[in-house]
């Protein structure tokens, strides 16, 4: 079993729609959690940015931990044609690893 | 803030050289950087853990004959692909830890440099 699973996609939505995207993750050492967006042939850009349980909003985007079940979201809201891209979780534990994990990376399509 | 650059964003080479990639950041200085590796519709691979002042820490399977890492400044990394072949025709990101303000103790990425290696 791989340390964080994340569904490859590709997902397609018409623009306006609430987006959910997920990872599951099996090492219970993970405190911090973190999503990126990376359009293509560019760098990931740190969208969220959450430590251990609960939520967090900003803006159209809400991240949420559910670390009883090592389940984590990213919701879109009112999506846009703009979101188009592919987003990936990342993780790390508390115990000074610098290394992130990732997740495979879903690739979203808000048509117009 | 936290914003990282790289240089070249692409670059075509003949088999046989090698081409040094620059990992800068911007806006802060970063101890500590890190390169990737990523293929089409694949996610990212770390190649290194780049410390500023000591040698590069490599993962396994990565060349660290092949692929050079110096970090001689707190806001400068250098990646060097030596006799580069066309197999080492990749997407290469680097990225930068940084501690911001809402953000905690992260990655920041760079824009990523385009190998093609003829």
């Known amino acids: 079993q791989k340390e964080v699973e994340q569904d490859p996609g590709p997902l397609s939505v018409p623009e306006g729609a609430i987006v959910s995207l997920n990872c599951t993750y099996s090492?219970?050492?993970?405190?911090?959690f973190m999503w990126y967006r990376q359009y293509s042939r560019k760098g990931p850009e740190l969208l969220m940015y959450t430590y251990s349980s609960g939520n967090k909003e900003d803006g159209r985007f809400t991240a949420q931990v559910d670390k009883s079940s090592k389940y984590i979201s990213l919701f879109i809201r009112d999506s846009q044609p703009s979101d188009s891209a592919t987003y990936l979780c990342?993780?790390?534990?508390?115990?000074?690893?610098?290394?992130?994990?990732f997740g495979k990376g879903m690739k979203l399509t808000v048509n117009p | 803030g936290a914003v990282v650059s790289q240089h070249p964003s692409r670059v075509i080479c003949k088999s046989g050289t090698s081409v040094k990639i620059e990992c800068r950041s911007l806006?802060?200085?970063?101890?500590?950087m890190f390169w990737y590796r990523q293929f089409p519709k694949k996610s990212l691979m770390l190649m290194a853990t780049s410390n500023e002042g000591s040698k590069a820490t490599y993962e396994q399977g990565v060349e660290k004959d092949k692929f050079l890492i110096n970090h001689a400044s707190l806001t400068l990394s250098t990646l060097t692909v030596t006799s580069a072949h066309p197999e080492d025709s990749s997407f290469y990101i680097c990225s930068a830890r940084a501690i911001t303000s809402g953000k905690g103790d992260t990655q920041y990425f760079g824009p990523g440099t385009r190998l093609t290696v003829l």
């Open positions: 990342a993780m790390k534990d508390q115990g000074g690893s610098e290394k992130l994990v």
């Open positions: 806006d802060f200085q970063a101890t500590t």
């Open positions: 090492n219970s050492a993970f405190q911090y």
